[in-house]
């Protein structure tokens, strides 16, 4: 396991509350690093300014692209 230092055949071979234990030590780890990549990704957001991009892209796609004008050929 990641942090925790345990190999998988030495996680078997705890005793159940010394595994409760880690698993929440784990479970406690992931959620920080939830945490900061949500930070992160909002305060990029919040550099770049991604939430009007997507804004604008979403207005961008309802254009429809213009048609050709019919033109007839002159008859000479």
């Known amino acids: ?3 925790l230092h ?4 030495e996680l078997d071979l705890l005793p159940f509350y010394e ?3 880690t698993l929440e030590m784990f479970n406690d780890i992931m959620k920080e690093r939830n945490d900061d990549d ?6 990029y957001e919040d550099k770049y300014d991604m939430g009007g991009m997507k804004k604008q892209m979403k207005n961008m796609s309802s254009y429809k692209t ?3 004008p ?7």
């Open 66 to 68: 213009p048609s050709m």
């Open 6 to 9: 345990l190999q998988p055949s």
């Open 1 to 3: 396991m990641e942090k």
């Open 19 to 21: 595994y409760e234990y």
């Open 38 to 43: 949500r930070k992160q990704q909002t305060s």
């Open 70 to 76: 019919k033109i007839s050929m002159p008859k000479f």
